[in-house]
């Protein structure tokens, strides 16, 4: 029988809600940084790819530092996070083991029965409970009002909206399929290479689900495509703070460059440890040229139709409109409408 830590879902939140900027999609979509740039906002705090802490921190995973190169159980942040609601006498490990079993439960595959179901099981309110008191903890300690996710898994993102005293707001972040079966093709320090068939498979399934938990808040939903924000990032991330509602003066980006400070994220592209004066690349297309074509036509192949209504056909560039933010009732979206 789960059961449901201190401090989780049944309590009453004090003070002002939580936001949480929960960027979703598929990996090796530029979330990392998007999410360093967002970071840099004051009152802002990016946690990287949140739902990962407790595997790396137990040595179960490929990524056991934090961004400011410590480990994550001897990081002053991490370190102070890890062991809320671990139960007195259960090892780390076992601790670690516990949570990822809870997770198992609102992978992405589970993101329409999290949409319908809510909290019904105990295993799903365990895990909602338990990242409440995250959230919160990550906030009190960072002093943050608002905590940019970037796990990208949308059945745990669907989970926010259950959480007391928190305010999800959804990015959905997309990057040309072919680029991203490109990046699958090297092997990264934390995971092993992947065929276009598979990480374009992902890619659709990723973003399909994506697409039913924004349906779900269109008024706090944000279309994005990688290729948008790398055209236009100063542009991207006013439009950004604009929509959840944050003062755009606060952007970090002047033109291309932003100054990137060390950081606390759990993991992410291994660029997460960069920091410094850093120029945003204005094109994302050495996929082009570096792509195998039978890779190519197999991206295109299983990533339509959705790659076609989200700009990407097998000849031209996707399209970089920089249409002026909405007004927060209605979802902020570049992407091309239905005719």
């Given at each position: 029988?789960?059961?449901?830590?201190t401090?989780?879902?049944?309590s009453?939140p004090?003070?002002p809600?939580l936001?949480?900027v929960y960027?979703?999609g598929?990996?090796?979509?530029?979330?990392?940084?998007?999410?360093?740039?967002?970071?840099?906002?004051?009152?802002?705090?990016h946690?990287?790819?949140?739902?990962?802490?407790?595997?790396?921190a137990?040595?179960l995973?490929a990524?056991?530092?934090c961004?400011?190169g410590?480990?994550?159980?001897?990081?002053?942040?991490?370190?102070r996070?890890?062991?809320?609601?671990q139960p007195a006498?259960?090892?780390?490990?076992?601790y670690?083991?516990?949570?990822?079993?809870?997770?198992?439960?609102?992978?992405t595959?589970?993101?329409?029965?999290?949409l319908?179901?809510?909290?019904?099981t105990?295993?799903?309110?365990?895990?909602?409970?338990?990242?409440t008191?995250?959230?919160?903890g990550?906030?009190?300690r960072?002093?943050?009002?608002?905590?940019v996710d970037?796990?990208k898994?949308p059945?745990e993102?669907a989970?926010?909206?259950?959480?007391?005293?928190?305010?999800p707001?959804?990015?959905?972040?997309v990057r040309d399929?072919?680029?991203?079966?490109?990046?699958?093709?090297?092997?990264?320090?934390?995971?092993?290479?992947?065929p276009?068939?598979?990480?374009?498979?992902y890619?659709?399934s990723f973003?399909?689900?994506?697409?039913?938990?924004?349906r779900r808040h269109?008024?706090?939903s944000?279309?994005?495509r990688y290729?948008?924000?790398?055209?236009?990032?100063?542009?991207?991330i006013?439009?950004?703070?604009?929509w959840?509602?944050e003062?755009p003066a606060a952007?970090?980006?002047?033109?291309?460059?932003?100054?990137l400070?060390?950081?606390?994220t759990?993991t992410?592209?291994?660029d997460r440890?960069?920091?410094?004066?850093?120029?945003i690349?204005d094109?994302?297309?050495a996929?082009?040229?570096?792509l195998?074509?039978r890779s190519?036509?197999t991206a295109?192949?299983?990533s339509w139709?959705?790659?076609?209504r989200?700009?990407?056909s097998g000849?031209?560039?996707?399209?970089?409109?920089?249409a002026p933010?909405?007004?927060?009732?209605?979802?902020v979206?570049?992407e091309p409408?239905?005719?």
């Amino acid at each position: 029988m789960e059961r449901t830590p201190t401090g989780g879902p049944s309590s009453s939140p004090v003070g002002p809600p939580l936001k949480i900027v929960y960027i979703i999609g598929w990996c090796r979509n530029g979330s990392t940084i998007l999410g360093n740039v967002l970071g840099e906002v004051p009152g802002f705090f990016h946690t990287g790819e949140l739902h990962f802490l407790w595997k790396n921190a137990a040595g179960l995973g490929a990524n056991h530092s934090c961004g400011c190169g410590q480990p994550l159980t001897s990081c002053p942040l991490w370190s102070r996070i890890i062991p809320l609601g671990q139960p007195a006498g259960v090892s780390a490990e076992t601790y670690a083991r516990l949570v990822m079993r809870r997770q198992s439960r609102v992978r992405t595959r589970h993101t329409r029965r999290v949409l319908r179901q809510g909290l019904r099981t105990p295993g799903v309110r365990a895990h909602a409970a338990l990242m409440t008191q995250v959230y919160r903890g990550i906030a009190e300690r960072a002093g943050a009002r608002v905590i940019v996710d970037t796990t990208k898994i949308p059945g745990e993102a669907a989970l926010v909206e259950h959480m007391p005293g928190l305010t999800p707001w959804y990015v959905h972040l997309v990057r040309d399929p072919r680029a991203i079966a490109e990046s699958w093709r090297e092997r990264k320090q934390y995971c092993d290479p992947m065929p276009a068939s598979r990480s374009t498979a992902y890619w659709t399934s990723f973003n399909l689900a994506s697409a039913a938990v924004t349906r779900r808040h269109p008024e706090r939903s944000m279309f994005l495509r990688y290729e948008t924000f790398i055209a236009d990032p100063q542009r991207t991330i006013d439009r950004l703070l604009r929509w959840c509602g944050e003062d755009p003066a606060a952007n970090p980006v002047h033109g291309r460059t932003v100054d990137l400070h060390p950081n606390h994220t759990v993991t992410g592209n291994p660029d997460r440890f960069r920091s410094g004066v850093t120029v945003i690349r204005d094109t994302d297309d050495a996929w082009r040229a570096t792509l195998p074509a039978r890779s190519r036509r197999t991206a295109e192949a299983l990533s339509w139709p959705l790659s076609h209504r989200y700009g990407y056909s097998g000849r031209e560039r996707p399209p970089h409109p920089a249409a002026p933010a909405r007004a927060a009732t209605a979802q902020v979206t570049d992407e091309p409408q239905p005719r």
